[in-house]
């Protein structure tokens, strides 16, 4: 273990996806959503399979022991991206990146529904607390009736965020089941392989042909995609999830820089008490998960005989 090292990885994957959002979003005026992930998934292939060669994990971590576990794993995931793209065209990046940190609050809901996982008092307090900063982040959107066109765009963009949300969500549900079978490798490949076939699918729905500038972002978009799985997935590898999760949000400071010096797009002060209430009910459910680890450890240590 090095959590120093766990936790640079881990922020290198932020600074690394917050890029890859913003590529996205640059082309997002003329490049809809399905053809972003076409070229977001495709080009993270490489990556990841130079990543599985140089480690000595290639071809044997591409085995696949539940095959529909990745199927639905790269549906969800798939339908996140898409979402999440279909967002970024519509809202500030910073907003986006907001809406997103409800994942992590509905994957402690869905795990206790699908997965039989206890939700106690302190950490259903805290996801009530998460939800409503969602729902702050939210409410400026949902005034529909009356509202001009730009507004409604919004408010799309908005349900958008939140679909993505809920959808990366499941995926991280259905990533939960697969780990006990399957390896990294295999999850994120597989993940990437589906996710770039069902783009295909989006092609009779008006893809534009890319200029120059535009080809070269969406390639940019896909290896930072790669480089990115790669660094998070290296992050676990030296420090506990309790540790390293936090600096997840260290990518609303990002968005905010990005958003502000590139895009033009100013925070409001609603979005920003959302987000503050947010990453406190996230952090609050991280802490709990990191105790509850700690007690778990010790029981198991306890339980062992003494064989001195």
């Known amino acids: 273990m ?6 640079t990885l881990k922020i290198l994957s932020v600074i690394v996806f917050v890029a890859m959002f913003s590529l996205i979003k640059a082309t997002s005026d003329q490049i809809p959503p399905g053809e972003a992930v076409f070229f977001r998934s495709l080009f993270a292939i490489p990556v990841l399979l130079l990543w599985l060669i140089s480690r000595g994990h290639f071809p ?5 022991k539940d095959p529909m576990g990745h199927v639905w794993r790269g549906l969800m995931g798939t339908m996140a991206m898409a979402s999440g793209f279909f967002a970024i065209g519509l809202l500030p990046l ?8 409800a994942a992590p609050l509905l994957v402690t809901m869905l795990a206790a529904m699908f997965l039989g996982e206890r939700i106690r008092l302190v950490r259903l307090s805290a996801l009530l607390l998460g939800l409503f900063g969602v729902m702050l982040v939210l409410s400026p959107r949902f005034s529909v009736f009356g509202a001009e066109a730009t507004s409604r765009l919004q408010t799309i963009g908005a349900m958008a965020a939140l679909m993505a949300a809920v959808f990366s969500a499941l995926a991280q549900v259905f990533a939960r089941k697969l ?5 990294t490798g295999s999850i994120v490949f597989y993940f990437s392989v589906m996710s ?4 295909l699918l989006t092609l009779p729905f008006g893809w534009q042909l890319p200029n120059a500038s535009q080809v070269s972002l969406l390639i940019a978009a896909g290896l930072l995609g790669g480089v990115g799985q790669i660094l998070l997935t290296e992050s676990y590898r030296f420090a506990e999830v309790a540790v390293i999760a936090p600096f997840e949000y260290c990518s609303i400071i990002l968005a905010l820089l990005v958003g502000y010096f590139i895009f033009d797009e100013l925070p409001t002060g609603i979005m920003m ?5 947010i990453i406190t009910a996230g952090i609050i459910i991280i802490e709990r998960e990191r105790r509850l680890g700690i007690k778990r450890t010790g029981k198991a240590r306890s339980a062992v005989p003494n064989q001195g």
């Open 273 to 277: 008490a959302g987000v503050a209430l």
């Open 196 to 199: 770039t076939v069902l783009a």
């Open 2 to 7: 090095n959590p120093v090292r766990g936790i």
């Open 94 to 101: 910073p907003e986006v990146v907001a809406i997103g940190y």
């Open 179 to 183: 780990v006990a079978t399957e390896t």
């Open 60 to 64: 044997a971590q591409l085995k696949a």
